[in-house]
């Protein structure tokens, strides 16, 4: 199963980062390249314990959808969201903070598990990794760009 291990400093607030990381709006703004919209669930403002998402969004040119489920919170330290229904045939996604000489550091922790078998596998090895770390890459830009800037006011005053 593989692991993608992201670690990103913010010179923001921990809380603030805490809350971009869950905040469906910001998310959506991420993730416009690949169309992601919550059509279900927790569809705005921000996702907390024992709630869910269901996101559509194109990926290698098919809609697909996908839940996920907040399954560990502890504010503003740590999040895990692990999919319901999706794609993979598993998948959680652990967001650590921590401060560091007033600073945060974002860790993001994506284990997941393809399907298909050695399909699946040969798939990671190829280029799903890549994209899903990309993915991650892109996101983490987007909430330290807000964070950085007054701009997360506008997700998390709204």
Same mark, same amino acid.
């Given at each position: 199963?593989?692991?993608?291990?992201?670690?990103?400093?913010?010179?923001?607030?921990?809380?603030?980062?805490?809350?971009?990381?869950? @905040?469906?709006?910001?998310?959506? *703004?991420? $993730?416009?390249?690949?169309?992601?919209?919550?059509?279900? #669930? /927790?569809?705005?403002? =921000?996702?907390?314990?024992?709630?869910?998402?269901?996101?559509?969004?194109?990926?290698?040119?098919?809609?697909?959808?996908?839940?996920?489920?907040?399954?560990?919170?502890?504010?503003?330290?740590?999040?895990?969201?692990?999919?319901?229904?999706?794609?993979?045939?598993?998948?959680?996604?652990?967001?650590?903070?921590? @401060?560091?000489?007033?600073?945060? *550091?974002? $860790?993001?922790?994506?284990?997941?598990?393809?399907?298909? #078998? /050695?399909?699946?596998? =040969?798939?990671?090895?190829?280029?799903?990794?890549?994209?899903?770390?990309?993915?991650?890459?892109?996101?983490?830009?987007?909430?330290?760009?807000?964070?950085?800037?007054?701009?997360?006011?506008?997700?998390?005053?709204?």
């Amino acid at each position: 199963m593989p692991r993608i291990e992201i670690r990103t400093e913010i010179n923001a607030e921990k809380e603030i980062v805490f809350d971009l990381s869950r @905040s469906i709006d910001l998310h959506k *703004i991420s $993730t416009e390249k690949t169309n992601e919209e919550a059509i279900s #669930g /927790i569809t705005t403002g =921000l996702i907390g314990m024992n709630e869910s998402v269901t996101w559509r969004a194109k990926h290698f040119g098919f809609y697909q959808n996908l839940t996920s489920k907040i399954t560990a919170f502890d504010r503003p330290n740590y999040f895990a969201d692990e999919m319901l229904n999706g794609a993979f045939k598993e998948f959680k996604h652990e967001h650590h903070f921590t @401060s560091l000489n007033g600073k945060t *550091i974002m $860790t993001d922790y994506f284990d997941y598990k393809s399907p298909l #078998g /050695i399909l699946g596998e =040969l798939a990671d090895y190829l280029f799903l990794e890549n994209y899903m770390t990309r993915l991650l890459e892109d996101r983490n830009r987007i909430i330290k760009e807000f964070a950085e800037s007054d701009n997360w006011k506008s997700i998390l005053n709204s």
